[in-house]
Nanobody, 126 residues
Framework: QVRLVESGGGSVQAGGSLRLACAPSGDTGSIYCMGWFRQAPGKEREGIATISTGGGNTIYADSVKGRFTISKDNAKMLYLQMNSLKPDDTAMYYC????????????????????WGQGTQVTVSL
């Protein structure tokens, strides 16, 4: 089992930045993929950035490419640096991990992920 705890959410004006962090615990050696997902009210959960724990390969959704950066450290702490934030980025942000090897790149599909954090709210105002 893997437990994930997010932190770093908050309120910011458009154009600002936030950095989210995700602390994994438990059987972290079983994790192949980690990612950030978000869900706005009335919308489906969407994958925005993923990273493979082995090779560090990353994938980004088009909506955040060039503005957000996913990274991890040797302790498998996961980060999401969010720059140039827009009101459309307002959502609950979730960290997720997968114990399944899907290949060298980790997909953005939420169904690929087994473990989820409780979420952290990000609100961007004009």
């Amino acid at each position: 089992q893997v437990r994930l705890v997010e932190s770093g959410g908050g309120s910011v004006q458009a154009g600002g930045s936030l950095r989210l962090a995700c602390a994994p615990s438990g059987d972290t050696g079983s994790i192949y993929c980690m990612g950030w997902f978000r869900q706005a009210p009335g919308k489906e959960r969407e994958g925005i950035a993923t990273i493979s724990t082995g090779g560090g390969n990353t994938i980004y959704a088009d909506s955040v490419k060039g503005r957000f950066t996913i990274s991890k450290d040797n302790a498998k702490m996961l980060y999401l640096q969010m720059n140039s934030l827009k009101p459309d980025d307002t959502a609950m942000y979730y960290c997720a991990a997968s114990g399944t090897w899907w290949g060298p790149y980790c997909r953005l599909a939420p169904n690929d992920y087994d473990y989820w954090g409780q979420g952290t709210q990000v609100t961007v105002s004009l």
